[in-house]
């Protein structure tokens, strides 16, 4: 056990509760596409394996109309996992809750929940690609007041009692949405702007987080709001590689890494303009991506201290493949957060 680990088990408020996942966006990019049935066939294969491995769950998120195949139903895609697993949580980091009726949520969220014996966890965000909005008939002006609206008639419909809500956005006439879950479903809420935050801690059951952008943010929103920073909950989406040789990780993994980044650059992620970032080549994306590499021994390290700085962290998932990056390469560094990471975190929040 290093040194950093034994200093942060002296910190008694590290919560050993803490589940910890695989990321999944279903990028399929040219030129190692797979043939998608065969994508997803050994995608999900791969997660059925990861559960067995002692990964506690596993997250999905959301875009529409790129041309590598970004995940465009994650609902769908987590209710196949639900039939070949059995203990992992299921959850998506996000889905972009304005593109859809709430109503149209609520049951398919009930359902899935039902089907996966309560396993399921809905997060959800504004997104930020004008493109979507605009084909999904929505305006990206109307943001908040979609997000507000849309939880507001999740909430009341998983309560087993009609639904009557009259909003700017939409109106729901007493309809009783049925079946209803066993119990709620968790909302969790991802956000970067300042109103975005505040709102997840108002009114949400938990922040999704990437890469820890607005951790920090969000503990002061609940502290603003009067309530307890114990209560909040954080979901992290976690970027760090682990690997026994990080150099040459960071060297092969290098394009799959530039296509992801630019990706989210293309799709406005990170503001447009002069001040977004360039990532021209692949070592551009390793050095000014989100990434950190990092040994099992460091990712151990790093995982901890994240769990100190933030005791309201209660998973923590990694990127389980990077676009085009064959299925084994993926797969094997799966196995090694799962034998060499994983178990020394957990004997210490043990402990």
Known sequence: MTRTVRNLLEEPQVSAE???GLWYDFRNPAPRRLEFEDFYRASL???????????????????HFCEDGYTPSPLVIASAIGARTRTMRIGTNLILLPLYH???????????????????DLGVGAGYVEAEYRAFGRTLGHRPSLMEESVAILRRAWSGEPVDFRGKRFQVENLAILPAPESPIRILMGAI????????????????????????????????????????????????????DPEREAEMLGPHLLHQMQGYLEMGAFGGGDGAPRFDTPADAVTQG?????????????ILSELQAFPQIRDLHFW????????????????????????????????
């Not at 294969?45 to 875009?63: K, M, N, R, Y």
């Not at 709430?102 to 399921?120: I, Q």
């Not at 990056?325 to 993926?330: D, F, H, L, V, Y």
Request: proline share 6%.
């Open 18 to 20: 803490v589940n910890f």
């Open 45 to 63: 294969e791969q997660i059925v394996w990861a559960e067995e491995l002692g990964f506690d769950s596993v997250w999905l998120t959301e875009h």
């Open 102 to 120: 709430p109503v149209r949520v609520a049951e398919d969220a009930a359902t899935l929940s039902l089907l996966s014996g309560d396993r399921f």
């Open 193 to 244: 702007s300042p109103p975005a935050i505040e709102r997840a801690a108002r009114i949400s059951d938990g922040f999704l987080s990437s890469g820890g952008i607005g951790q920090e943010e969000f503990v002061k929103a609940l502290a603003a709001l009067d309530k307890p920073r114990e209560s909040g909950s954080i979901f992290a989406g976690c970027w760090g590689i682990v690997s026994n």
């Open 290 to 302: 989100f990434y950190q590499f990092w040994t099992p021994d460091q990712a151990v390290d790093q």
């Open 320 to 351: 389980a493949q990077f676009p085009g990056e064959p299925m084994e390469s993926g797969s094997r560094r799966i196995e090694l957060i799962a034998r060499q990471v994983l178990p020394k975190v957990r004997e210490a929040l043990a402990d």
